[in-house]
């Protein structure tokens, strides 16, 4: 079976940025599984695995555009430390839910200056070029209730 829309697809995965370094994997651990053309995953992966079948194995780069988009300056804000009522430390590196342009997102505390706080609503890996080193694990035809929820139902699925 190859990999098309309404198929749920298992992949193994390896991602690394232009240095080689390992940003994330699932060897060792369980695959990832998702319905494929319901952007359950970046659309550069998604549209690399089209017409996959299983014990495919392949690299694909991907531009910043076709993984988590560019780096967008409107996207970072210096805001008053009095924006964190109710949290007595706050750090670099801690993240947020918060209401950003494109509704509730997470944002990222990037640096501190006295009063000012600066926070960034980027996705961690926007701006970087991605390599995923990809094995097809199983295709399988979605199930009519997955392929209408737009997701696959496993056992930590909560329908």
């Known amino acids: 079976m190859?990999?098309?829309?309404n198929m749920a697809v298992s992949i193994h995965y390896t991602l690394t940025n232009d240095e080689g370094e390992v940003l994330d994997s699932s060897i060792d651990d369980e695959a990832l599984v998702y319905l494929q053309g319901?952007?359950?995953?970046?659309?550069?992966?998604?549209?690399?695995l089209i017409g996959k079948v299983v014990g495919d194995k392949f690299k694909v780069r991907l531009d910043p555009e076709d993984a988590y988009g560019e780096l967008m300056d409107d996207m970072i804000e210096v805001i008053s430390r009095e924006m964190f009522e109710g949290i007595d430390n706050v750090e670099v590196g801690m993240q947020f839910h918060a209401d950003v342009s494109s509704g509730t997102g997470v944002v990222t505390v990037v640096s501190i200056d006295g009063d000012n706080i600066t926070i960034d609503g980027n996705h961690p890996l926007a701006g970087q070029a991605l390599t995923f080193d990809?094995?097809?694990?199983?295709?399988?035809?979605?199930?009519?209730?997955?392929?209408?929820?737009g997701h696959i139902h496993g056992e930590n699925c909560h329908h």
């Open 2 to 5: 190859q990999v098309a829309d």
């Open 38 to 48: 319901s952007g359950n995953i970046i659309s550069g992966l998604e549209n690399a």
């Open 134 to 149: 990809v094995e097809v694990i199983d295709v399988r035809a979605a199930t009519e209730e997955e392929a209408s929820h």
